[in-house]
């Protein structure tokens, strides 16, 4: 079945950076876009990068351009979310989730299966 578990989330201060990974098994892996999605306490769920299943193009809201990289090595079923100059309205809790069809990729990106989440807290 298909898993996804993420990982490196924790406590950064503002303007600090984290990595998290997402590791995923149960599908073939290369043939899907993969997309981070956080939710903050008390709001909706919120999409903030998105890959395309051979790494060829990713896309990012304005919330998050140009602050947060999103990238995968298929070999290991992996991907990461690089984020950088953390604000604390990035404080959430952060899942990668996987496309619902292989090659094919949806703006805003619309996964049908989610791991359980890795916490950021970004706090001086």
């Known amino acids: 079945q298909v898993q996804l578990v993420e990982s490196g989330g924790g406590l950064a201060q503002p303007g600090g950076s984290l990595r998290l990974s997402c590791a995923a098994s149960g599908f073939t892996f290369s043939r899907f876009a993969m997309t981070w999605a956080r939710q903050a306490p008390g709001k909706g769920l919120e999409w903030v990068a998105m890959?395309?299943?051979?790494?060829?193009?990713?896309y990012y809201p304005d919330s998050v351009k140009g602050r947060f990289t999103i990238s995968r090595d298929n070999a290991k079923n992996l991907v990461y979310l690089q984020m950088n100059s953390l604000k604390p309205e990035d404080t959430a809790l952060y899942y990668c989730?996987?496309?619902?069809?292989?090659?094919?990729?949806?703006?805003?990106?619309?996964?049908?299966?989610w791991g359980q989440g890795t916490q950021v807290t970004v706090s001086s």
């Open positions: 890959i395309y299943f051979d790494g060829s193009d990713t």
């Open positions: 989730g996987k496309a619902k069809k292989p090659g094919v990729v949806t703006i805003p990106p619309d996964p049908d299966y």
